[in-house]
């Protein structure tokens, strides 16, 4: 897939109007985008550098760039609720998901993560996804190749539960786990066989009735550093000469984030040391 240069044939273009509405289009020799405002050539964008404005047959203008991975997550087609871009980030960043890794995930959904760790973990690393509903897999499948523009060697689809999954299942253990489902708690005695001492556990929930459940799970396993659970906030900003405020609209909430590292085995959590008379 072509990432920097003129816009060549069978690229996906954004283009953006002037009151910020974006359209997504395939170019192909001797095709139109049709707009409210007249026709869009595609000759006109075929070997323009990024960043060009296009002019429509009726006068409209419109910015062309290539869709950064953010803003195909957001326009995809879905199966699944998607993991939105500041919590992928997160996930990538405090997960420390890092080139070469092997990372594991469950659901798949509608593969907006799978793209993100598939970048973090680049050609020597690979990415397994398990999704147990073969609809959501198949969207899965459909939005990675068409980030891609074609299905990564280095990723493993499976459509199975991820509880079920063994060290043998997957080919060895794995040094990540991301679980993004309704019941994560089902899967940590494979997650905790799966991963390898040091490994890191990152676990996307929505409410705080999860988050509190898998952090309990998580205790009582006892194989487990103490799980850090926060949320991010993201809050855009309005900054125009004097006007220099929060966005009036913001997303309230997305998800919950928990995290954990595997103990050597055998190994069980520290407790706290506690001072005799003191609770
Ligand atoms: C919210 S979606 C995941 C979205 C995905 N992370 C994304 O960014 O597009 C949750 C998915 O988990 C799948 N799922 C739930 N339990 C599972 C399990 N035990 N094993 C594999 N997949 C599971 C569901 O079918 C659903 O598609």
Redesign the pocket.
């Known amino acids: 897939m072509q990432r920097s240069g003129p816009f060549v044939i069978g690229d996906r273009v954004q283009l953006t109007d002037t009151k910020g509405r974006k359209y997504t289009v395939l170019l192909v020799e001797g095709a139109e985008f049709f707009t409210h405002h007249g026709a869009v050539r595609h000759d006109d964008l075929i070997g323009t550098p990024e960043g060009s404005i296009v002019t429509s047959s009726g006068e409209a203008h419109y910015l062309a760039l290539r869709p950064l991975l953010t803003d195909y997550v957001l326009s995809m087609p ?6 939105y871009p500041k919590d ?1 980030a997160q996930i990538v960043h405090e997960g420390d998901m890092f080139p070469g890794a092997r990372v594991l ?10 793209c993100s760790l598939l970048r973090a973990v680049g050609p020597e690393g690979r990415v397994l996804s ?4 073969e609809d ?1 897999a198949e969207h ?1 499948e459909r939005n990675v190749r068409t980030f891609y523009g074609e299905h990564p060697e280095n990723w493993d689809l499976r459509v ?4 079920e999954t063994s060290v043998e299942a997957l080919g060895g253990q794995v040094d990540r786990v991301v679980l ?4 994560p708690w ?2 940590l005695p494979t997650v905790s066989e799966v991963l390898v001492p040091g490994g890191v556990l990152v676990v ?1 929930v929505a409410t705080t009735t999860q988050m509190s459940d898998v952090v309990e799970a998580l205790r009582r396993q006892e194989c487990w550093t103490e799980p850090r659970a926060w949320e991010s906030i993201n809050r855009g900003w309005h900054v125009v000469g004097l006007a220099v405020r929060p966005e009036h609209r913001i997303q309230g909430h997305t998800a919950f984030l928990v995290t954990a590292r595997r103990l050597a085995e055998g190994v069980t959590t520290l407790k706290p040391r506690r001072r005799a008379g003191k609770h």
């Not at 398990?130 to 509903?133: H, K």
């Not at 993004?180 to 019941?183: E, N, P, V, Y």
């Open positions: 879905r199966g699944a609720q998607v993991i992928a995930e469950a659901g798949a959904g509608s593969g907006a993560l799978t398990y999704e147990i509903r959501h899965a199975a539960d991820l509880a993004d489902m309704l019941a089902e899967c996307y």
